[in-house]
């Protein structure tokens, strides 16, 4: 079983930029594709971006040519460099194996606004 510990998350300026990071523990983390959920209030948490084991990607439409998912397998960790960023990206924001696994984390929240 993994555990996921995200961090990173803050207060930006339209335009501004984060970097997100995901520690994860517990299992063999290299072999699966993980991927960043985010939740906005009273919205289903969806799907923002994942990374499969090889390093090949996939970004939601709102949030391509925006943001970047990576990975250091040597160092259990995903990150999600998020640039331009805009008051609609406002949610807390997930990592996960990509499917889900049925533990998340406890997020952290990224709050967009002027």
């Known amino acids: 079983q993994v555990q996921l510990v995200e961090s990173g998350g803050g207060l930006v300026q339209p335009g501004g930029s984060l970097r997100l990071s995901c520690a994860a523990s517990?299992?063999?983390?290299?072999?699966?594709?993980m991927g960043w959920y985010r939740q906005a209030p009273r919205k289903q948490r969806e799907l923002v971006a994942h990374?499969?084991?090889?390093?090949?990607?996939y970004y939601a439409g709102s949030v391509k040519g925006r943001f970047t998912i990576s990975r250091d397998n040597a160092k259990n960790t995903v990150y999600l460099q998020m640039n331009s960023l805009k008051p609609e990206d406002t949610a807390v924001y997930y990592c996960?194996?990509?499917?889900?696994?049925?533990?998340w984390g406890q997020g952290t929240q990224v709050t967009v606004s002027s």
């Open positions: 990374i499969t084991s090889g390093g090949s990607t």
């Open positions: 517990g299992s063999i983390f290299s072999i699966y594709a």
């Open positions: 996960n194996k990509f499917p889900p696994g049925a533990t």
